[in-house]
């Protein structure tokens, strides 16, 4: 009797539980989480192509409106036609760009970028702090100030008993 406890026990353990914790079930989407239609293999192919092709630039430091065409769609339509154009603006890399590209470089120019970003931090949180202190002692000078105005004037208006 022990013997055929323990085999469907242990068969029990190995089609459900063992199962459960090699490939464990996902949750079920909450109720508002509406389905999405499967892609035609035409839309996943065309999905690939745009995306390999993205892939491709995004190895490329300065991605222009040659290779996203869609993103720079709104910034030619907001200049005026009627408004003579003015020399091009150098856009100066973003923190996020520059850690980008010194990335792909390796660990010899991620240093230096890396050391750039935390120092422009640690100076940011310094003049935070530095900023906070001032004020919190400005702060405490007029709390002060207003102790020994109230005290100059309880003073003046206590009588003198001493006459």
Wanted: glycine letters at 4%.
């Amino acid at each position: 009797m022990k013997v055929r406890a323990v085999c469907r026990k242990l068969y029990d353990y190995v089609r459900y539980d063992l199962k459960e914790i090699a490939f464990p079930s996902s949750l079920p989407d909450p109720p508002h989480i509406k389905k999405r239609r499967k892609l035609t293999w035409n839309e996943r192919f065309l999905v690939l192509k745009e995306a390999s092709r993205l892939y491709a630039a995004s190895w490329v430091r300065d991605i222009g409106p040659e290779l996203r065409p869609n993103d720079f769609k709104d910034e030619e339509s907001e200049d005026k036609p009627g408004r003579p154009q003015g020399p091009a603006k150098e856009k100066e890399p973003s923190t996020l760009e520059d850690l980008a590209v010194a990335a792909r470089g390796g660990m010899e120019t991620l240093k230096p970028a890396l050391q750039r970003v935390y120092m422009t931090r640690a100076s940011a949180y310094k003049d935070a702090l530095q900023s906070f202190i001032h004020g919190y002692q400005e702060g405490i000078q007029q709390v002060m100030e207003k102790k020994e105005d109230s005290k100059s004037e309880q003073e003046s208006d206590k009588p003198d008993k001493s006459t």
